[in-house]
């Protein structure tokens, strides 16, 4: 995943514009208490669909008619806007090519662009993530839930009010709800697993259910009134045909019930024709075709879209390896010369340009098909339930008809029609013995049957591997978070520093682990120091595990408000009888604005592309050892009267 955001933008009513540049990187706005610093990040969680705004209200609110992301996701820039709250916070989600610049955005740029509630830019912006998950089933959960962007930026943003916290270390944790979701889809973030894996749970779930209730009916005496009207209704709607009576199957199953105990008798003084039997045989036959239609209906449904998954795929990875030999192949913008005779190939020129359209072609064609080539792994595991339905229905009905045929219509055994109706009442008797003793039909099969496919969705999910894969991402954190700690300011007490993080058991805690096997938990730590020093190490961790993973959907921006706060809230470097103090707390936050510029640099080294972090502080950095570097990163210093608004 390749991202960052372009710019934040404010407009207002009359077209007037405050905009805050961005790059790939280190990003630093500075100045003065009450200059608009913080406001950033509200209003770039505002634009990032928000339920509400928490865009501090005053100058900013009353200035502001539209506020505006244009954000780099993969191969595109999305301008992703949204209308101040007041007149409804409808949004704009508009992609344009990656080199789109910024400066084209007026008020006037979005006059002809389609308008979208919140829920619905929602959705486009987690499309263009590639977070694509649907449907979520936790422990113990009766409904599904999506994988949701509004989930993946708890961890993105450390708040002024976060950042030196020694009680919360993500944004959105005090709602448990919230909480829960944004632990249970770390491993979708992370891009461990997608929607296969969620859906072959839901089928694996399902089929523990009808296994434990196949076992309770072959243990106990199972009376459900379902199970009843299942089972005697067919045998009472034979017998009443029999008779030439008509039945109405709109009863209760207490009435049913009734109705088999006191069954109508067999009058051989009335005359009696196989019409009504037949006449049943034929609606159970044409019922049983239909079932059957709806059966090839589901099948194909789900064969074409097998189908499709696979052409999609295949078609996908060929255009990935043509893209590879054009990319070895390479392009040149020299004219070639024959060595021999010394005149230009004109040949070989033109083969470079055809070399270049086919590149073009296959990039626009691999776009496409990353955009259209869907995991329809939910949308066959709903058809195949369907399908089970239909599948069960079939075989009630089949049985149905074999009986009458057997029984009523091409037996031998029973000629007469008192035999047949005589018949059809010891059935019923039968059932209503069975009914008293709880003997029910034999399950055996049925409870092999799913135990088995039990057994092979059991085989697939370990295959996925999520623990091991979540013991490695738990690992990856507390060392990295540990390397970090060497450049950070930790109390002397703590060190060597040995950091850990609850991702395995989804505590999502921090602690220090001393050597006496005793947990420090970071509530239980003295100083601010080490509370923003975890903080920092623990979110720094988290930008280069999600960098570093190839399938993570994951935004790769930070922000960060106010890390030296612990040092000097106001930015001051201290007074002349505290400057021994102050050359302390200097050299602190020289460390950590070190560690931070070292460590976004080299997870850029090592992937190929800046992860962005956007840090808002009074300081200006001119006090700092590493002043220029951090001069070469301030977009925005605003002091002197300067401000956002």
């Known amino acids: ?59 900013i609110t009353d200035f502001a008619y539209l506020y505006v992301l244009p954000m780099l996701i993969n191969d595109h820039t999305y301008v992703i806007a949204r209308c101040k709250w007041l007149s409804g916070g409808k949004m704009y989600v508009i992609r344009e090519a990656a080199d789109f610049d910024t400066d084209n955005i007026t008020l006037d740029y979005f006059i002809d662009k389609l308008q979208l509630d919140v829920k619905n830019a929602q959705y486009k912006i987690e499309a263009a993530l590639g977070l694509n998950i649907s449907n979520i089933v936790a422990d113990g959960e009766k409904q599904g839930k999506k994988a949701s962007l509004r989930n993946m930026v708890s961890y993105l943003f450390q708040h002024q009010n976060l950042i030196a916290s020694k009680f919360a270390l993500f944004y959105r944790f005090t709602d448990y709800y919230k909480r829960k979701d944004i632990i249970e889809q770390f491993p979708v973030f992370a891009g461990m697993i997608g929607q296969e894996y969620y859906s072959d749970l839901i089928e694996l779930e399902s089929l523990k259910k009808q296994l434990n209730k196949k076992m309770k009916m072959n243990s106990m005496c199972e009376r459900s009134s379902s199970y009843v009207k299942e089972n005697l209704q067919p045998l009472i709607q034979d017998y009443y045909a029999l008779l030439e009576i008509p039945f109405n199957t709109n009863i209760t199953t207490h009435e049913l019930l009734r109705i088999a105990s006191n069954l109508p008798e067999f009058d051989d003084s009335q005359l009696f024709s196989e019409n009504s039997i037949t006449e049943r045989y ?49 392009i040149s913008d020299v004219q070639y010369v024959c060595p021999i005779c010394g005149n230009r190939c004109e040949e070989i020129s033109q083969d470079d340009v055809n070399l270049s359209e086919a590149s073009s072609w296959l990039n626009n064609e691999l776009e496409i098909t990353s955009k259209y080539t869907n995991d329809f792994s939910e949308d066959i595991r709903k058809l195949k339930e369907i399908h089970g339905d239909i599948e069960n229905n079939i075989k009630s009905v089949w049985q149905q008809i074999k009986n009458i045929e057997q029984k009523y219509i091409k037996s031998k055994s029973l000629v007469s029609k008192r035999e047949k109706a005589n018949y059809a009442k010891a059935k019923i008797a039968l059932y209503m013995d069975m009914t008293d003793s709880g003997l029910f039909e034999n399950v055996d099969g049925d409870i092999e049957d799913l135990k088995s496919r039990i057994s092979l969705l059991n085989e697939k999910i370990k295959g996925f591997d999520l623990d091991t894969k979540k013991y490695k991402a738990q690992t990856f954190l507390s060392d990295n978070m540990n390397r970090l700690s060497l450049t950070l300011d930790f109390e002397g007490e703590y060190r060597p520093v040995n950091l850990n993080f609850g991702l395995v058991d989804e505590t999502f805690d921090i602690y220090h682990h001393q050597k006496k096997n005793e947990k420090i938990y970071l509530y239980e730590m ?12 623990l979110f720094l961790s988290f930008l280069r595990y999600f960098a570093t993973q190839e399938h993570s959907p994951m935004l790769l921006t930070m922000f960060f408000d106010q890390p030296s706060q612990v040092y000097f809230p106001q930015g001051t470097i201290g007074k002349d009888d505290k400057k021994e103090l102050s050359y302390a707390d200097i050299k602190a936050v020289n460390q950590i604005y070190k560690t931070i510029f070292d460590e976004v640099n080299n997870i850029g080294t090592i992937t190929g592309f800046l992860p962005q972090i956007l840090i808002v502080d009074h300081v200006d950095g001119k006090d700092l050892e590493i002043k220029e570097e951090f001069l070469s990163y301030v977009r925005k210093d605003w002091r002197n009267g300067e401000g956002l608004i």
């Not at 003295?526 to 190490?537: E, F, K, L, P, T």
């Open 1 to 59: 995943m390749k991202s960052y955001i372009k710019a934040i933008m404010i407009f207002s009513e009359s077209g007037e514009l405050r905009k805050v540049p961005m790059k790939p990187g280190v990003n630093i706005v500075t100045g003065e208490s009450k200059t608009g610093k913080s406001a950033l990040v509200e209003i770039i969680d505002y634009c990032l669909c928000s339920s509400r705004s928490t865009i501090p209200k005053g100058k």
């Open 282 to 330: 034929h609606y159970l036959n044409r019922q049983l075709e239909e079932l059957r239609d709806k059966e090839r209906d589901i099948l194909l449904q789900i064969d074409n879209l097998d189908d499709a998954s696979k052409s999609g795929t295949e078609f996908t990875q060929m255009l990935e390896e043509l893209r590879e030999q054009t990319d070895i192949a390479g």
């Open 526 to 537: 003295g100083s601010g120091a080490n509370w923003v020093s975890c903080h920092i190490a």
